[in-house]
């Protein structure tokens, strides 16, 4: 006992412990990843499903049915795939809070595991458009501005406006700004047609075009405002105004000094 | 005399020894003028007008009005290699490559608004207080006539550059022009050289943007200024004022030194916005194609009452003989505009004809005192004003959560419904502000102090009001309605009986006041207190 004690007090036991330790622990998770990486396609993905459809039970099956199959105040999810659920619940709009005309965008409720576990649940069910890997979600190396900037403006602007700020549509609905949406999102959205919004398939909009479109959105959001404030770049009402009020407001305030007597 | 005054003698006998120009200075530069605030919205107009030949000019320099195709290769990376015409690419390096270039746009489109805003503001402030009466019916024309072209000339600014925004502005003007029955396919053929959008257009409207309309606007600008000279400025009734003086302070070098100054102010607060809010960044709209068209697609202000009729139009049409008659289009995009502007330019006639009061008039009316003449502004202003909104109907229904359908409808209601309804509102409150005139006249000013009699009575003291108030308060001329004859003597119908019927009934609705405080009930009331 005394030679452990005297040992364990020794100068080089701590750097020892300590290469120990690490070589321990990285031993260890390097092992178990390669285990994991092996096991997750079969018995991890029922788990997955498991879970996702225990969540579904929870949260969305009062709404969507108890197997996904809608009802009178929602839609089946049956084949609606994993990138609508992504989008739906990663966005927030899922659960909807509201259901008078459209699911807001808000506070998303669920962890990512419990989004990945939903998507593949309700994957499971039918095949559907699946998430995009982020390899497919390279914009920046696949995309092209100008192209994206002219499919923008062909296909979405109607909608979306012409600086992807968002605009009215009938009784209500609206599209959304685009401002802040991640890449994902924005990917999903257009192979899956949220809302009012519609599918924009692989065969109307390549793969390539949406990621050019997203690296114009991008660039969009980026850009800094060139002529000074954007007035929230919706065109010709906010010029107007600030011309009503600020403008014309100056304007006959000096008027008023200017016909002042001199005291 | 000193070297100097000497010196300046010299000069100015020399030029007058050749212009004969000292007589008429003497005489024009001492020329009064009255001063009021108000009497300074038109010269936001014409500061603002200077602003724009000068800023216009300075982009024609770089500006190729041609609707040439061209592969941009500029800076702007987001548009880059992309097809698009000569004009919205020159447009686009004038704001990006040229130095000052993106400033000066700005600056010409605020200076725009600003012009259109002013010319708003000053007829307001013409129609309100009578200004337009004889003998200034002529100036009110030309200033009917400026408005109408200040919104065409805007309109054809907007459309130069081609972007997707003023395209999309050009296609309703194609529509409008195409909705006229049976000419309207020929002169839409006409307009744009053969079918929409064609080649012709932009060029055509450029030679009418900087050169036609311009030059009528000099001209017209001009005879409006010569008719204020030579009728000399109305001014507000007050003591000392009659209809045969003006009281104010000479042009110079009150006048000069007031108006100077405001230009530089004017032009101050136009490249003021120029330099920190961003407007038509036509960048972001991207070229103009036929296909393609953005939410929320809007005129500028001074259009968009227009468009907002348009948007609230119901959907109907009249098919006859082969041909489609698109009510829609052409009632709110070409009838309702002709008949406001014909009624706001006949005005003043329209007034003659209802009061029978046919007199000069250099002292202005104060609004209350014409309650009729402020309702029918509250009346037309509110129409306006329902139309704008609804112009805007999808940027207001998305920014304050309402939807697009309620404002439509809300609009097409209130079209209607609510003027006649702002016409009772302004009434009554003109005549109250009547009423409240004659108890200060009669009855003095509210001091707020409160006075305890012996008797436990508490009182508030009024305070008399000045002489020079009470004369400003009770000097307008209350008019007697029209009492015009429907028989003649015998007892027949005149010919003009049922006109005749249709004058005194306006007239009498026009002379409804509260009477104004006469100088004996002013004496009887000293008497009581």
């Known amino acids: 006992m005394k030679r452990l004690s005297r040992l364990r007090r020794h100068r080089a036991a701590g750097p020892i412990l300590l290469v120990f330790a690490l070589f321990t622990i990285g031993t260890t998770f390097q092992v178990a990843s390669a285990v994991s990486n092996t096991t997750t396609t079969a018995a991890d993905r029922s788990a997955t499903i498991e879970e996702g459809k225990q969540l579904f039970l929870k949260g969305c099956s009062s709404c969507h049915g108890l197997n996904a199959e809608g009802g009178a105040i929602a839609p089946s999810l049956i084949g609606v795939g994993a990138a609508s659920v992504d989008f739906q619940v990663g966005t927030g709009r899922m659960p909807m809070a509201d259901m008078s005309t459209q699911a807001v965008r808000k506070k998303v409720v669920y962890t990512p595991t419990e989004i990945n576990a939903l998507a593949t649940y309700v994957a499971s069910l039918a095949p559907g458009p699946a998430v995009p890997t982020d390899a497919v979600l390279n914009y920046e190396r696949d995309g092209s501005v100008a192209d994206g900037g002219e499919l923008f403006r062909t296909n979405c602007a109607m909608c979306h406006n012409f600086a992807a700020q968002g605009g009215a549509l009938t009784m209500g609905k609206y599209a959304p700004t685009l401002m802040g949406v991640e890449p994902k999102q924005i990917y999903e959205a257009m192979i899956t047609g949220p809302q009012s919004m519609p599918v924009f398939s692989d065969k109307t909009i390549t793969p390539a075009e949406k990621l050019s479109i997203i690296k114009w959105i991008k660039a969009a959001e980026s850009e800094p405002q060139l002529g000074g404030t954007a007035l929230g770049r919706v065109g010709p009402v906010t010029e107007g105004l600030l011309a009503w009020t600020l403008g014309i407001g100056l304007l006959i305030g000096v008027a008023v000094w200017l016909a002042m007597k001199a005291r | ?529």
């Open chain 2, 1 to 529: 005399m000193t070297a100097r005054e000497r010196i300046a003698g010299n000069v100015a006998g020399y030029v007058d020894d050749r212009t004969g120009a000292a007589k008429w200075m003497k005489k024009n530069l001492t020329k009064v003028f009255p001063d009021h605030w108000s009497f300074l919205l038109g010269e936001i107009c014409l500061y603002s007008f200077i602003i724009l030949l000068a800023s216009g000019t300075f982009l024609t320099l770089w500006f190729d009005p041609s609707q040439r195709e061209v592969i941009y290769d500029g800076g702007y990376q987001p548009l880059s290699g992309l097809k698009m015409s000569a004009a919205y690419a020159s447009t686009l390096n004038l704001s990006f490559e040229v130095r000052g270039g993106l400033l000066m746009r700005q600056i010409h489109h605020w200076a725009a608004l600003i012009f259109m805003v002013g010319i708003v503001v000053h007829l307001l402030r013409v129609y309100f207080t009578g200004a337009f009466r004889k003998p200034r019916e002529f100036n009110w024309i030309i200033g009917v006539g400026l408005l109408t072209l200040g919104i065409v000339e805007g309109f054809l600014g907007y459309s130069l550059p081609d972007d997707l925004l003023s395209g999309t502005g050009i296609r309703i003007a194609e529509a409008i022009i195409q909705a006229l029955p049976l000419v309207g396919s020929y002169i839409s053929f006409f307009a744009f050289g053969g079918a929409f959008p064609g080649e012709a257009f932009i060029p055509r409207i450029y030679t009418v943007h900087v050169l036609l309309l311009p030059g009528i606007f000099l001209a017209l600008i001009t005879v409006h200024l010569m008719l204020v000279w030579y009728q000399k400025h109305t001014q507000f009734p007050g003591p000392g004022r009659t209809e045969k003086n003006v009281v104010g302070y000479p042009l110079m070098p009150i006048y000069m030194a007031k108006a100077g100054g405001f230009f530089f102010i004017v032009f101050g607060v136009t490249a003021f916005l120029g330099a920190v809010a961003s407007i038509n960044p036509i960048w972001l709209y991207g070229p103009y194609t036929p296909g393609q068209i953005s939410a929320g697609s809007q005129p500028d202000w001074y259009m968009g009452w227009l468009d907002g009729l348009v948007r609230m139009s119901p959907p109907i049409e009249t098919h006859a003989f082969g041909h489609t008659i698109s009510w829609n289009i052409l009632l709110p995009g070409l009838i309702l505009p002709g008949i406001m502007f014909t009624l706001l330019a006949l005005y003043p006639f329209i007034e003659q004809w209802a009061t029978g009061d046919k007199r000069e008039h250099h002292l202005l009316d104060r609004p209350r005192n014409a309650p009729n003449r402020t309702a029918l502004g509250a009346m037309a202003l509110t129409f306006t004003l329902v139309s704008l909104m609804n112009g805007g109907n999808d940027i207001i229904s998305t920014t304050f959560h309402l939807t697009i359908n309620q404002m439509m409808w809300f609009s097409r209601i209130g079209v209607l419904v609510l003027p006649p309804i702002a016409f009772v509102i302004a009434k009554r409150i003109c005549l109250s502000l009547q009423r409240a005139d004659r108890d200060l006249v009669l009855h003095g000013r509210e001091t707020g102090r409160l006075v305890r009699l012996p008797h436990g009575e508490f009182v508030e003291v009024h305070e008399p009001i000045s002489p020079e108030k009470a004369w400003t308060l009770t000097s307008h001329e209350q008019l007697a309605p029209l009492e015009l004859p429907e028989y003649d003597q015998a007892g027949v119908r005149r010919p003009k009986a049922l006109a005749n019927k249709l004058r005194n009934r306006v007239s009498r609705a026009n002379a409804v006041a509260v009477p104004k405080a006469t100088e004996t009930e002013r004496r009887e009331l000293e008497g009581h207190h």
